[in-house]
């Protein structure tokens, strides 16, 4: 299981990213804007965006455990817990590949 600690900075980042969202077009707005003047204002506006509102530091956990790595996106699982409710039948419709 991971440190509770870290399930909460993810959930603060998450917070931050659905709540700047609306501002994440300011890249776009600085690349077509002409004036130089827009062009500052709207980079010290991005400036002054928390770090954790990008969407590039979001890091998918488990929502069993908590485990970082080996996430399957499908189900919101890692691979440990996966192949456990496969083992026992709480996965519906996933079958062991035969070929």
Not at 69 to 82: A, C, E, M, P
């Amino acid at each position: 299981m991971a440190k509770q600690s870290m399930l909460e900075r993810e959930k603060k980042r998450l917070y931050l990213v659905t709540k700047y969202g609306a501002r994440k077009n300011l890249k776009q707005k600085i690349k077509t804007s002409e004036n130089y003047e827009t062009k500052y204002l709207l980079f010290c506006k991005l400036r002054k965006l928390p770090k954790n509102s990008s969407y590039v530091r979001l890091h998918n956990r488990c929502k069993l455990t908590g485990r970082p790595r080996g996430y399957y996106r499908d189900f919101g699982l890692s691979r440990t817990k996966l192949r456990d409710l496969f083992h026992e039948g709480l996965l519906p419709g996933v079958t062991k590949a035969s070929w």
